[in-house]
């Protein structure tokens, strides 16, 4: 596989938007000690902590994706369109600096035509990662490149990856990337069901090199206490094989085999007569004696035995996410669930979005329960995106 390759260099620039609502800051909160599983519970929510802060353009700024630092240093990507087709379109990318959210221009790659921005996850001021790639609708599905950008705090850096053809079996917007500490970072694709002529596709950056690093087939998701201790579950193809369900536990050199729940083990086994185990899986490490895994039903590492948890109504929860105060936040449907204390919360209607809105993404500010949000709101062919917050 071709190794990723620095392109060019440019420093970040900014123009003002202007601000809707002041943002306050939260205390931090401190950790408590993971609550014992039990079954759920709905009540009402003690405070009504989820509101809008900030609505963008109309049809015009689409945001994919946000990744918080702090209160005062939230990134969001996405894609802004100033014509009726995709070719006329820009990547766009905003920064929230504690008092407005003002516009970040990206350095453009040699060669490129109209490029979609997909993720962002930042771990630090000095470690701001950004996935996006060329508009497959712009260039009418012919080869698409991924493009990679960082942040250091200084001027951004560009990483090209390798061209693949969108009419294969390979999302383009698949590529996910997880900044790890002041300047690490994880990067993996995410499959289809189904055959993939690439394998699993995942790489490690030390600050200052992209290596290949090998396993056992995709990840579905990664979730790291430091570059040299992270949590990864997985399943899929390899080398057009099917590959079971698997969980692993990264120890800065290699992937260790980690047990996974009774009830997941051998799933996508072709000879265990058990279904391909939809992508959607999600793991959360907090310590190694609190890790959550959602799949297929909601699971609690306590350090010695895997104990499942009972979920609410469907069990359509995404989006597993830490609130900061030994509990975890899901989105659900088009809105959120909140589960704290060995219950389950329902969260007030996210008025202004109302029936015809949802949620699109979730982050939390590292070292508080300070939770934000991307919100969409769909009307008469209209859509509008917009800034929730949560304080709790």
Known sequence: MKKPTRKQAATAGAVPLALVLSACSAPATPRSAPTTPSAPTATAVASHCWHVTHEFEENKEWYRDIAAISDENVWVVGTRRFGKNARDSAPLVRRWDGRRWSRVELPEPAGSGPIKLNRVSASSPTNVWIVGDDDDEARDFKDIRQYWWHWDGRRWEIYRARTYRSTEPFPSNSAIPLAVGAKSAWWFNV??????????????????????????????????????????????????????????????????????????????????????????????????????????????????????????????????????????????????????????????RLDPLGKTSEISAMTRVPGTSSMWALGVRFAWGASKHMILRCND
Request: glycine share 14%.
């Open 191 to 348: 499959p289809d069901e189904g055959p993939n002529p690439y394998g699993g596709d995942v790489r490690f950056f030390d600050g200052r090199r992209w290596r290949e690093v090998s396993t056992p087939g995709f990840l579905h998701s990664i979730s790291a206490l430091s570059d040299r201790d992270a949590w990864a579950v997985g399943a899929g193809w390899s080398s057009n094989q099917p590959v079971p369900a698997y969980l692993v536990r990264w120890n800065g050199k290699t992937w260790n085999d980690h047990p996974l729940p009774k009830s997941l083990t051998g799933l996508g086994n072709p000879q265990s007569g058990r279904s391909y185990p939809a992508s959607g899986w999600e793991i959360l490490a907090r310590t190694d004696r609190d890790v959550w895994l959602l799949g297929n039903g909601l699971h609690h590492w306590d350090g010695r035995r895997w104990n499942p948890v009972p979920t609410p109504g469907k069990g359509d929860l995404k989006s597993l996410t830490d609130d900061g105060a030994g509990g975890l936040w899901f989105k659900s449907g088009k809105g959120l669930v909140h589960y704290r204390a060995g219950k389950w919360i329902k969260p007030q």
